[in-house]
């Protein structure tokens, strides 16, 4: 008999806790028919009666509380698209940006290669002037 008492006063206790921390996680917008206040007291001075009371009458309609987030899909959320977007428009304006700086490299490479090539014409007139009309070159003075 007295084991069963003592089982009885665990499980009484245990639905306490269960129910006040329940009580403590719900909105007090969303708690029916008696403020938060008052479900606490119930709760707490009328243990069995105070548990089964808040689950029929005091507990919010919704089983989610208003801290446990709803897990959705990514792509019903918004956030989630928005950010996907953004990311989206990064990556493609960086690889408009890479292609632009390799355009610019090889523009600049063929630029430095054509005044490469019209350097030596130049010096080989400069020196044509400097010949005589035989084909030989004149001594510098």
Same mark, same amino acid.
């Given at each position: 008999?007295?084991?069963?008492?003592?089982?009885?006063?665990?499980?009484?206790?245990?639905?306490?806790?269960?129910?006040?921390?329940?009580?403590?996680?719900?909105?007090?917008?969303?708690?029916?028919?008696?403020?938060?206040?008052?479900?606490?007291?119930?709760?707490?001075?009328?243990?069995?009666?105070?548990?089964?009371?808040?689950?029929?009458?005091?507990?919010?309609?919704?089983?989610?509380?208003?801290?446990?987030?709803?897990?959705?899909?990514?792509? +019903?959320? =918004?956030?989630?698209? $928005?950010?996907? #977007?953004?990311? *989206? /428009?990064?990556?493609?304006? +960086?690889? =408009?940006?890479?292609? $632009?700086?390799? #355009?610019?490299? *090889? /523009?600049?490479?063929?630029?430095?290669?054509?005044?490469?090539?019209?350097?030596?014409?130049?010096?080989?007139?400069?020196?044509?002037?400097?010949?005589?009309?035989?084909?030989?070159?004149?001594?510098?003075?």
């Amino acid at each position: 008999m007295v084991r069963f008492i003592i089982f009885a006063a665990l499980i009484s206790v245990a639905l306490m806790i269960y129910t006040v921390i329940e009580c403590a996680r719900s909105e007090a917008h969303q708690v029916r028919s008696l403020p938060k206040a008052a479900w606490f007291a119930v709760i707490v001075f009328l243990p069995l009666i105070g548990a089964a009371l808040w689950f029929t009458l005091g507990r919010p309609l919704s089983a989610e509380t208003s801290t446990a987030q709803t897990s959705r899909a990514p792509d +019903d959320d =918004e956030d989630f698209l $928005r950010q996907l #977007e953004v990311w *989206r /428009r990064q990556q493609q304006r +960086d690889a =408009e940006l890479t292609a $632009r700086e390799e #355009e610019l490299k *090889r /523009r600049e490479a063929d630029q430095q290669k054509n005044q490469s090539t019209e350097r030596p014409s130049k010096e080989t007139k400069d020196h044509k002037n400097k010949s005589d009309g035989n084909g030989t070159a004149a001594p510098e003075s």
